[in-house]
Structure formats: C-alpha cells, structure tokens
C-alpha cells in the first residue's frame, strides 16, 4: 500500500517568510510523528500527534512552529516568520498507536 | 532524558566484509527500532525489536534489553549498504523515538 507522503520534497524560502509543510499518513495510522533533521544530525523529535489531538508538543523549538492535524489524516506543520536556523529537513512518520513507525521522503527548507 | 549512543561513528568497508553496529541506551526502553538512512535521505526500517535477534536477509539484530543495548550485523556487504545506520529508541507511553547520533556507512567496490 501507500507509504507515508510529504510535500513540498523542497522548499526554498526568504527568511521572514512563512512556510507550510505536509504529511499524509499511512490509511489508518492513528499516530503522527514530526521530526527535524539538521544536517548531518540525527533526528529531533517535534510534535505528535494521537488521532486530531497533540498530547506532545514538547520538541517544538519556538512559539514560530505550530501543527495540526484533520482527524486521523492530513497533518501540516508551520513555521511562522522563518529564519536561517529552520534550514534543515523535515520528516514525518505514522504508526499504529505504539508501534512501528514508518517515515515519509522529508520536506527539505532552505531560509535564504 | 534517555541517552542513547551509536558506535562506530564512521564505518569504511571492502564490499563483501562484515560488520557489528553498536547501539547503547542509558534506560529501559519500551521498543527498538533500526533504520538505514539512504544517499537520498530516505529512512528504511530495518527492524523492530525490543528484544531477541530477528534476520532479514544479509542483515540481522540482536537486542538485549536487560544490559541495555542493541547490535545490528552486515554480512556480505554491498555498495547499496552505504548510508547513515540510526537506532531509536521508544521512550514514552506516547512512542516519541529518540535517535542516535548514526553510524556513517560506506561500502567502496
């Protein structure tokens, strides 16, 4: 079947602008997972989310970067205002509640 | 939090050499989980283990969660082995994984 998707693949942006990120889970994964890859870094975990709700947003890096998610689908993730700092990958991953979790391509953002 | 290091760092190899990944983890852990990062930045699962050995292929891990780490063996390798190796770790009752730093992987012809 489908595998977890993202879009844009890359996003070249001016700092000061915002951005908007998404992520189609896997059909029926009721689990949603954003990461942040520096590069040459391993994976920060961002935000997760269980169904529509958000129980962890404690990897969120500033009040610039929000998400939110339509029921157990879609998900974006904003960044406010961007700055050269935000240049990095960003990856999204879905599983069932407490297991496996299988990653999309990853949105790479480059503030200019 | 948990810590959670990989070794070696950096990993050169001759194509068809084998090869032992180490990952440690300061914690007990709820599961495991082993990805080959591609030249393209894809993350691949590897496997899901949170303890015992399970194989796939030329590729097999062993976790033994009681000392607190896990090993993940290359045999045979192939140039379509390079990439980065991460583990993570489950951490919380809400399946936040927490990754190593990586293990960088090149197989030369």
């Known amino acids: 079947g489908a595998g977890v998707s993202q879009s844009p693949s890359n996003k070249v942006t001016e700092k000061g602008k915002d951005v908007e990120l998404r992520c189609d889970p896997i059909?029926?994964?009721?689990?949603l997972y954003w990461y942040r890859q520096r590069l040459g870094q391993g994976l920060e975990f961002l935000i997760y989310?269980?169904?529509?709700?958000?129980?962890?947003k404690s990897g969120l890096p500033s009040d610039r970067f929000s998400a939110e998610r339509t029921g157990e689908s879609v998900s974006t993730l904003t960044i406010q205002r961007t700055q050269q700092e935000d240049s990095a990958v960003y990856l999204c991953?879905?599983?069932?509640?407490?297991?496996?979790?299988?990653f999309g391509p990853g949105t790479r953002l480059t503030v200019t | 939090g948990i810590q959670v290091e990989q070794s070696p760092p950096d990993l050169i190899l001759q194509e068809g050499a084998n090869s032992t990944l180490r990952c440690n983890f300061s914690?007990?852990?709820?599961?495991l989980q082993w990805f080959h990062q591609n030249p393209w930045g894809q993350l691949i699962n590897l496997f899901y283990?949170?303890?015992g050995t399970k194989q796939n292929g030329r590729l097999s891990a062993t976790t033994v969660a009681t000392e607190r780490y896990s090993l993940l063996y290359i045999s045979s390798s192939q140039t379509t082995d390079s990439g980065v190796y991460f583990c993570?770790?489950?951490?919380?009752?809400?399946?936040?994984?927490?990754f190593g730093a990586g293990t960088q992987v090149v197989v030369t012809p």
């Open positions: 991953a879905s599983s069932l509640t407490l297991a496996e979790q299988y």
């Open positions: 059909s029926g994964h009721t689990a």
């Open positions: 989310f269980q169904g529509n709700s958000a129980p962890d």
């Open positions: 914690d007990s852990v709820n599961n």
């Open positions: 283990i949170p303890s």
């Open positions: 993570a770790v489950l951490t919380d009752s809400w399946g936040k994984l927490q």
